[in-house]
């Protein structure tokens, strides 16, 4: 079984003696329904649960809407077979299609506080959106779902045991193994063409043929394409598959509409934007000037770029299902339809805690005659910490200096094909008037692979 680290979240609230109701929020597919059923107390028999699959029971959105708690958890019991005795788990699942649910919680948990509610669903926000539903504030916790990481996808693997704790104990100013580094740029090859979807894990794990793997993502996206034809139509379903498909193939580039769908009006686009990044396929990286924390004080939600939900889906859509060992070890991979970019999007978007809601941020300055991009902003141990991304194992940080004198920031992060490395930058900066800066900063080197590593990292300097 792939171990998910929202498990040890999902323990705790199991556990505690008074919860809150739980959503589980995230795409479709992603492992939401198999997180809940595999929670120990659950899957071992000792906690019972009521599950129940809204999608099966369309006609229940009436009687979740009737507010009218006691009659609710009669009609749920007698329709699973199941007494709700004190600790019992309810389970409602697919929640968008009954998005009542969602609001009857409340006054089901009311009406019986020694039960645990957990709810999980995908297109959350186009659902409650067409519905007018609110929820009610402070009511819930929520849990946001991600694909597996990298180090989910390793830990599936016993032969990489050594590895994992190797990239889980390096520490700056030690050496790396060489063959540890060439192993684990390999595992990432496959992690770049399967992704984190945990079905494509499972498949790749038993099987191991890309070719069905990519049949898994091909289910996968097709099952997407579907769910916006239950939402939207016309033009705006046109608008949707156009951003759906532009994503992939410009992942990290600044948005211009224009350039998205150029004969329809920007409003549209946005629109499909919004929509999909309800749905949690796509994400936003929202510009911010980096000046301190937190990021969101000083965003710019007109300046952005988009990521996909999972570098293996991604891969799928670009085309790419085969990349060798050694061309992810050089420059070459910047061609590879952006994955080392994508690839380090996500996972700094799921670095925090399950109860935390995703965000993520960029630097961009825009001039006359050049620009000055950093590919990410992250908030770490009080400070912001500009990230860089390089595809192999060169390249150049022009924008990275330009933010750090910018900035004067004392700690930056690279990360690239080559092994972990911890150096002083002391570099002369000129400012394109014939003057010079000179500028000084501690610069952590990580490859792609320990990207999961950061907060351990940053936390020790």
């Known amino acids: 079984m792939i171990h998910r680290n929202i498990d040890v979240e999902l323990q705790k609230w199991v556990q505690s003696n008074s919860p809150k109701c739980l959503v589980i929020r995230g795409a479709r597919q992603i492992g939401k329904t198999t997180a809940v059923l595999s929670i120990p107390s659950i899957r071992s028999g000792d906690r019972p649960i009521l599950y129940m699959n809204l999608e099966e029971h369309p ?272 420059s070459e991979f910047v061609n590879k339809g952006r994955l080392a970019e994508q690839f380090i999007a996500q996972h700094l978007l799921f670095r925090v805690p399950s109860f935390q809601q995703p965000s993520l941020h960029y630097w961009l300055r825009e001039g006359r005659t050049s620009n000055a991009e950093v590919d990410f902003l992250i908030s770490e141990k009080g400070q912001v910490l500009p990230v860089e991304v390089k595809s192999g194992t060169s390249g150049q940080l022009k924008s990275l200096m330009r933010f750090m004198l910018d900035k004067e920031s004392s700690l930056a992060l690279r990360f690239d094909m080559n092994p972990p490395s911890f150096q002083k930058v002391d570099h002369l900066l000129g400012n394109g008037a014939g003057k010079s800066s000179r500028i000084s900063f501690d610069l952590l080197s990580l490859p792609l692979y320990m990207v999961g590593q950061i907060s351990r990292l940053v936390s020790s300097m």
């Open 59 to 330: 006609e229940l959105e009436i009687l979740f809407s009737s507010m009218d708690a006691e009659r609710i958890l009669e009609e749920l019991s007698f329709s699973a077979g199941t007494k709700l005795s004190p600790g019992t788990v309810m389970f409602l699942d697919e929640v968008q299609a009954a998005p009542s649910a969602l609001a009857a919680l409340r006054y089901m948990r009311e009406h019986r506080p020694d039960v645990y509610f957990v709810s999980a669903g995908s297109l959350l926000e186009i659902a409650l959106g067409k519905k007018k539903i609110s929820i009610p504030v402070g009511r819930m916790d929520y849990n946001f779902m991600g694909p597996l990481s990298f180090e989910e996808f390793l830990e599936s693997d016993t032969a990489m045991e050594m590895e994992l704790e190797i990239i889980g104990k390096w520490a700056p100013g030690e050496s790396f193994p060489i063959a540890a580094h060439r192993r684990l740029a390999d595992k990432l090859r496959q992690f770049m063409i399967t992704g984190g979807m945990p079905e494509a894990v499972d498949v790749f794990l038993s099987s191991g043929d890309p070719f069905q793997v990519e049949k898994v993502h091909s289910s996968i996206l097709n099952t997407y394409r579907d769910d916006f034809a239950k939402y939207v139509s016309g033009d705006e379903l046109l608008t949707l598959r156009r951003v759906f498909n532009w994503v992939p193939a410009r992942a990290g580039d600044k948005v211009i509409y224009t350039q998205i769908s150029p004969d329809l009006k920007s409003a549209k686009v946005r629109s499909a934007i919004e929509l999909l990044s309800g749905a949690r396929v796509i994400f936003p990286v929202l510009h911010s000037s980096g000046n301190g924390i937190p990021l969101n004080a000083e965003m710019k939600p007109s300046i952005f770029k988009l990521y996909f939900l999972d570098v293996g889906l991604m891969s799928s859509m670009t085309g790419i299902t085969r990349i060798s060992q050694e061309q992810i070890l050089s």
